[in-house]
């Protein structure tokens, strides 16, 4: 999935441990976004950013912050981190003719213990 | 809120069978609706984008419709291969938002067996 970045691909955690997910683009696209999937379910959205220094909550904001630093880097921070909070994360930012076809990354594995 | 639904959440069809899956969404009034793969621990692979204003797209074996007023999509896959076999996502992203923010069904998980 070239073209978006994310680390780490895996990490486990304990509850009430910190951590941060980063996301970074080479694709030059103002907007970035972060959603989580449970097993066995589709994608939720986070946070998303629709341009450098921007971001607003989606569907499941609780228990995360993030950051847009610059055009191409979108962070996702965990405070605390809850077994709740186990889940795949991916950070997607849109393509092609009509800039809105969602393009993923490889995903962040996250496991609270 | 815009609430998507994929019917059947699994699905089990012979090598070289046509099949179709469905998404069903309940606002109509959206800005795109995307189908997408994904294999089993891997990430999304987007198959089909549909704009609001079109009715359907093909991709080689791939077709996938829109029909707004009823608020149904449907891939139709033709000619089934084991290869085919993984877990198919439709996305509709919402009008007059940023169209990022799609909103996913849980998925319909396709096996073809040889």
């Known amino acids: ?113 | 809120k815009q609430e998507v639904t994929q019917i059947p959440a699994a699905l089990s069809v012979p090598e070289g069978e046509n099949l179709v899956l469905n998404c069903s969404f309940t606002d109509s009034a959206i800005y795109n609706l995307q189908w997408f793969r994904q294999d089993p621990g891997k990430g999304l692979t987007s198959l089909l984008l549909i704009q609001s204003s079109q009715r359907e797209q093909t991709s080689g074996r791939l077709n996938a419709s829109l029909d707004k007023s009823s608020g149904r999509s449907t891939l139709y896959i033709a000619a089934s291969q084991p290869g085919d076999s993984a877990t198919y996502l439709c996305a509709v992203g919402g009008v007059n938002t940023n169209a990022g923010k799609s909103t996913f069904g849980d998925g319909t998980t396709l096996t073809v067996k040889p």
Not at chain 1, 16 to 31: E, F, K, P, V
Not at chain 1, 61 to 74: D, I
Not at chain 1, 88 to 105: D, M, N, R, S, T
Request: glycine share 10%; with cysteine.
């Open chain 1, 1 to 113: 999935n070239a073209g978006v970045t994310q680390t780490p691909k895996f990490q486990v955690l304990k509850t009430g441990q910190s951590m941060t997910l980063q996301c970074a683009q080479d694709m030059n696209h103002n907007s970035m976004y972060w959603y989580r999937q449970d097993p066995g379910m589709g994608l939720r959205l986070i946070y998303y950013s629709a341009s450098e220094g921007t971001t607003d909550k989606g569907e499941v904001p609780n228990g995360y912050n993030v950051s847009r630093l610059n055009k191409r880097e979108f962070s996702l921070r965990l405070e605390s981190a809850a077994p709740s909070q186990t889940s795949v994360y991916f950070c997607a930012i849109p393509k092609g003719q009509f800039g809105w076809e969602l393009f993923f990354g490889e995903g962040s594995r996250l496991t609270v213990l």
